[in-house]
């Protein structure tokens, strides 16, 4: 070993000396700000906005080497754990560990919460409407295959709000114990993700049964003990459940990304870069949906999405899910949504939040 290696080794070792202290300096604050939190009668658990200004702040203050990503994970799991230390927040999920919805839970809340692993999208929504948590992370929609109607459904009957939102880079692989196509029968997955690869599998394994699952991670679990079944999963499942990766990138598209939503009682104050999503319902007659539309261009509020849903009432009527630019609390969109309300049949805010656009 060099004089030079020696000497920038010991410089790491003060540097991290430093940082345990630094680190638990902060933890120590954000002790004392649940005990001012008490004495306010504030019960905020967790606030989204918070979080995102900070993280924005910390990228802004960023020079590399590290890159945004770098710190991002980082200073996710700093306040991951500095908010357990305040409280022990409960977060449901699909199950069971390392599905996609956990890999979403764990990028938007770090890895110190409590997660509550459930067997449907149904459930989760059940177990933040009765107080089991406090909070419950859904996909609502894929990049190559659209929006995921049961996350739709019970938002449109659901009293819970959109609180946050994170975007997963989806790679999907196929994990077996086989050691070639030819001896895989079955194939476990979610619906959705049998989607996703429907060319590849059409391709390279047209006679092999699919069978869903109710996660990906699910169908790994499930496959755990058998010879000639593949699951369709992560690389972290394949790591997590020690089944071996046949093939990477089995998905269709490679920019294969999915939508997660946060969901949870409280109303989200403005971050200063939010997302507002409405539910609407328009009168099914001509020039309807232009007049919807009108308040949004005369007001230059940006709608970086719309999509049209069955409303199950009638044949061949529909809703549409809108996410415009701006937090409802601001005054210029809350006057447009005001008026987009009076023109419809139906209307209803899903929620403000920070946006990761």
């Known amino acids: 070993m060099t004089k030079k290696l020696t000497q920038i080794r010991e410089l790491i070792d003060k540097i991290d000396k430093k940082l345990i202290g630094l680190l638990n300096d902060r933890a120590k604050l954000a002790q004392n700000i649940k005990v001012e939190k008490e004495k306010l009668g504030d019960e905020s658990i967790f606030r989204p906005e918070r979080e995102a200004q900070i993280l924005r702040k910390i990228n802004s203050l960023n020079h590399g080497p590290l890159s945004e990503k770098h710190l991002y994970i980082i200073f996710r799991e700093i306040m991951s754990a500095c908010l357990s230390l305040e409280t022990k927040l409960k977060v449901g999920c699909l199950g069971p560990e390392m599905s996609y919805s956990n890999l979403a839970l764990i990028r938007y809340f770090g890895s110190s919460v409590t997660t509550s692993f459930e067997s449907s999208i149904n459930n989760i929504f059940d177990e933040v409407d009765s107080n089991n948590c406090h909070y419950g992370i859904v996909p609502i929609e894929n990049s190559s295959q659209g929006s995921i109607k049961e996350t739709l459904d019970n938002l449109i009957s659901s009293k819970l709000s959109i609180c946050g939102e994170v975007n997963l880079k989806v790679q999907h692989c196929l994990l077996t114990k086989a050691k070639s196509f030819r001896s895989i029968k079955t194939i476990y997955a979610h619906g959705q993700s049998f989607l996703q690869c429907n060319q590849w599998l059409e391709k390279n394994l047209p006679n092999a049964r699919r069978i869903d699952a109710t996660s990906n991670s699910a169908a790994v679990k499930k496959i755990s003990k058998m010879t000639n079944s593949a699951a369709i999963a992560s690389e972290y499942s394949s790591l997590f459940y020690q089944i071996p990766i046949l093939k990477k990138n089995i998905n269709d598209y490679?920019?294969?990304?999915?939508?997660?939503?946060?969901?949870?009682?409280?109303?989200?104050?403005?971050?200063?870069?939010?997302?507002?999503?409405?539910?609407?319902?328009?009168?099914?007659?001509?020039?309807?949906?232009?007049?919807?539309?009108?308040?949004?261009?005369?007001?230059?509020?940006?709608?970086?999405?719309?999509?049209?849903?069955?409303?199950?009432?009638?044949?061949?009527?529909?809703?549409?899910?809108?996410?415009?630019?701006g937090h409802k609390d601001d005054e210029k969109v809350n006057k447009v949504l005001t008026q987009m309300g009076?023109?419809?049949?139906?209307?209803?805010?899903?929620?403000?939040?920070p946006t990761n656009e």
């Open 254 to 325: 490679k920019d294969n990304t999915t939508r997660f939503i946060v969901i949870g009682k409280n109303n989200v104050l403005m971050s200063g870069n939010d997302k507002t999503s409405i539910l609407v319902s328009i009168a099914n007659k001509s020039g309807s949906l232009s007049k919807l539309l009108k308040p949004l261009a005369e007001k230059r509020i940006t709608m970086t999405k719309i999509e049209s849903i069955p409303t199950k009432i009638n044949n061949w009527e529909y809703m549409f899910v809108i996410d415009i630019k």
């Open 342 to 353: 009076k023109n419809s049949v139906f209307f209803k805010v899903l929620g403000s939040y």
